[in-house]
């Protein structure tokens, strides 16, 4: 089953609290750097990765180094996608936590680079994202750490999750944790498994600010 999750559309500034924690505080954070856009109009972070575009080789990779893939779908004059990097990926911990369990691949919803499926089909990013149905950017696709060699389903069949549109900061770093932790597996709304994981932190004496 696809589990697809809406779009939530406002940010805040925070500070920090551990694993996943984002919490409301007075604390000044120390930004890291904007990023500029490419010849392409989208925004690219120094540390998404540069590959082949062979998904099926950059789950591997990704695997290798004991993280899982993740496709960013972005596009010319998204201002959604805007404040993703202005804001979310501008904040350490959310920077530090993707990177350390994530293989970040850049998509363009309008390119023309060649991608190769993983059922093997090869064809433009435009008409992979035909192929995934993707509407709204950003869309983050998230796939699973390996793919079996028999198994010849197409990228959008074999993802465990997508998160469309733009999300504060404590959801969106919390997406990555729903899908490291699995919890689609035991509670399928994303929102619900939010709401548990604030409540969680709350516990141990940190104060999150959710909305």
Known sequence: MKRYIAALLLA???AFGGDGAIAASNKTVELLPEVELNEEGVYVQPW???TFLDLREDMADAKAEGKQLVLIWEQRGCPYCREMHRVNLR???VVDYIKANFYVVQLNLWG???VTDTDGEVLSEKKLARKYRIQFTPTLQYFPAELKDDD???GHEVEYW???GYWKPF???NSFVYVKRKGFDTQPNFQRWLQTRAEELEAQGKEVKIW
């Open 12 to 14: 805040v500034f925070v």
């Open 91 to 93: 904040i350490p911990e």
């Open 112 to 114: 023309d680079r060649e």
């Open 162 to 164: 997508r998160l469309l």
């Open 48 to 50: 998404f990765q540069e």
């Open 171 to 173: 959801h969106f770093l």
């Open 152 to 154: 010849k389903r197409p």
